[in-house]
């Protein structure tokens, strides 16, 4: 499969994904699936920890589905998008490490739905939000779901119901991304919070996001009643591990934990 479109950088435990698609980093079919495989093999290598996704250029984060290539054809059947479903995020099972997304401009429809599958967002203060799948007739399937649980439900659906346009400092305030900088300090913020993350011990990572996921759409006392339990796999690998043992041992012994999550 072509990946002309998907750049990757790898640095340590860190990989780069950008989406590299002039002039807008449009996701077509082929460009959903490239995606979604090189998600999978982050997923999969153990030597990867943490994943940032950007886009190409200085305007566009993703500007969504590409329009253009559908054609008259807009009803696109899900398993077109390739493992992973849209943005190879969505639908990856077990997707347990911690993924940044550096918000570098436009980021709108599929676009913000490709950011909302990230666990944390940093925005350039120059970045642009929408969903404006509302004006030509459709909806956001993945953002009428994660969007009300990430701000306001009425700023959710105010959002949603108009397609509204708005700015970083805006996105903030609602708590839709962690921070906003400058658009010069952006990917320098991001990797130096990539490798903060790589350097920390990542099987409990992966039980932190399992737990956190699964425990969404559950009452507390179940959610809690599953985790004492030990019902979470992540969480089955992890107690017993050589990490959980490396925390508290440096910190007898004063010293930087190595962990290597096993």
């Known amino acids: 499969m072509s990946r002309e479109h998907v750049k990757t950088l790898r640095e ?20 959903s699936r490239a995606m979604g495989e090189v998600f999978l093999a982050f997923r999969d290598d ?21 329009l253009k290539s559908a054609g008259a054809e807009l009803e696109v059947l899900e398993e077109d998008y390739g493992v992973g479903g849209f943005g190879g995020m969505q639908d990856l099972r077990d997707l347990n490490k911690p993924i940044i997304a550096a918000i570098n401009g436009i ?5 913000l739905e490709v950011a909302l599958d990230a666990d ?15 004006t030509v007739g459709t909806y956001a399937p993945t953002a009428c779901i994660a969007l009300p649980k990430r701000i306001p439900y ?19 305030r609602w708590g839709l991304v962690n921070r906003v ?11 130096k919070l990539a490798r903060k ?29 599953k985790v004492n339990a030990r019902q979470y796999r992540s ?5 017993p591990s050589e990490d959980r043992k490396e925390g508290p041992r440096a910190f007898v012994e004063k010293r930087k934990p190595l962990f290597k999550g096993r």
């Open 12 to 31: 340590g435990g860190v990989l780069q994904v950008t989406l590299d698609r002039p002039k807008a980093n449009a996701i077509d079919t082929e460009t």
């Open 46 to 66: 153990p030597n990867l920890r943490v994943a940032i996704v950007t886009g190409g250029g200085e305007r566009f984060f993703c500007a969504g589905w590409d």
């Open 107 to 111: 980021c709108c429809g599929g676009g």
């Open 120 to 134: 944390i967002l940093i925005a350039a203060d120059h970045a642009t939000f929408a969903l404006p799948e509302i």
């Open 154 to 172: 009425h700023i959710a659906m105010e959002l949603l119901l108009t397609g509204r346009w708005f700015d970083a400092e805006e996105a903030h």
């Open 181 to 191: 900088v400058p658009a010069r300090e952006l990917m320098d913020e991001v990797w």
């Open 197 to 225: 993350l790589a350097e920390g011990p990542p099987l409990v990572q992966a039980a932190t996001k399992e737990i956190v996921r699964d425990a969404e759409n559950k009452k507390f006392q179940d959610a809690l009643n």
């Open 235 to 239: 969480v089955e690998i992890m107690i």
